[in-house]
C-alpha cells in the first residue's frame, strides 16, 4: 500500500534515516531520538499503520534497526485546538491551486499544528498528497497562498519565488505617516531578534526590501500597499513598524504583547493581507493575475 494511501488525511509523511547507534530495534531508535514521544505512542502509531518503510510498507514493534534505513512516520498532536475559521479554494488546475487563507491558520504542519493547517485540510479535501505550498505566509497573516498539485511541474513553479518572477502585493491598516513622503523603498538588514519569534532591523548591507505605498487615507488609520521584493520573515510588520506604524493588532511588533505560545484572540486579528498575486505561466507563457476575495475592515 502506498504511503499517501495509508494517510488519513492524505498528508505527505516526515522521513528519518536512522543514525549510528546502539538499538536494537527501529523501535528504540525511535523513542532514543525523539524523547518527547512516549514509547506507547510509538507503539499505538505502529498499530495504526502511521509508521512505513521506504517501500510504504508498515514497521512493527520488532522490526530490527539498520543505520541509514529510511522511515516514514506522520506527526500527530492530540487533542489539536481547532481553528474555527475556513479557507477557501480560488482556483484548482493540473499544477496549480490558489487558495485564500483565513488569519490564525498556519499554512504549513510545524509545532503544535499539524491537521489544523491550510495544506493538511487542502490535502484531505482533494485527496492528493503531492500538495506542496510554493511559499509561506504567517499563521497571523491572511490571504493567498499558491500551491503546486503535480511534481512534474512544481520546479518551474517555485523558481518563480526564488528568482524574484512573482509580483506581490500586500495590503495593511496601519496608523498614517503623514510626515513620510510615499511611495516608499524600505531597504535595511535583518537579524534574529529577541525574543527567538522576532526578526529586527541591523546595520550592514540590506537583505530584506519592500515598496510601500499608501492605497487609502482612513483618518487615524491609513491602508498601505506593500509590495516585498525580498521575503524574510515577518519582513512586512517590522519594516512597518520602524517606520512608526506598527501594523494594527500585531502582537510581536514594535513590542511582544503575546508570547509566542499565547492563545488566539480571535476578535483581534492582524491587519494584513496577501492581497495579490502575479506571474508569468512558466508552462504557457501566459500572465496569470490572482485576487483575494478577503479583506481588511
Known sequence: MSVSARSPSNMRPSTLHLPQGPWATVLDCLCAHFPAIAREVWLERMARGRVLDAAGAPIGPAQAYQVGLRVHYFREVPLETPIPFVESVLHVDEHLLVADKPHFLPVMPAGEYVEQTLQARLAKRLGNADLVPLHRIDRHTAGLVLFSTNPASRGLYQALFRERRMDKRYEALAPALPEVQFPLLRATRF???????????????????????????????????????????????????????????????????????????????????????????????????????????
Open 191 to 297: 537579524a534574529p531578534g529577541e525574543p527567538f519569534f522576532r526578526m529586527q532591523e541591523v546595520p550592514g548591507p540590506p537583505n530584506t526590501e519592500t515598496r510601500i505605498e499608501v492605497a487609502e487615507q482612513c483618518g487615524e488609520l491609513w491602508r498601505y500597499a506593500l509590495f516585498p521584493v525580498t521575503g524574510k520573515k515577518h519582513q512586512l510588520r517590522v519594516h512597518l513598524a520602524a517606520l512608526g506604524a506598527p501594523i494594527c493588532n500585531d502582537p510581536f511588533y514594535p513590542v511582544v504583547s503575546d508570547t509566542a505560545d499565547a492563545p488566539d484572540d480571535y476578535s483581534k486579528p492582524l491587519k494584513l493581507l496577501a492581497h495579490s498575486l502575479g506571474f508569468i505561466d512558466p508552462l504557457t507563457g501566459e500572465a496569470r493575475h490572482f485576487q483575494s476575495q478577503l479583506s481588511l475592515s
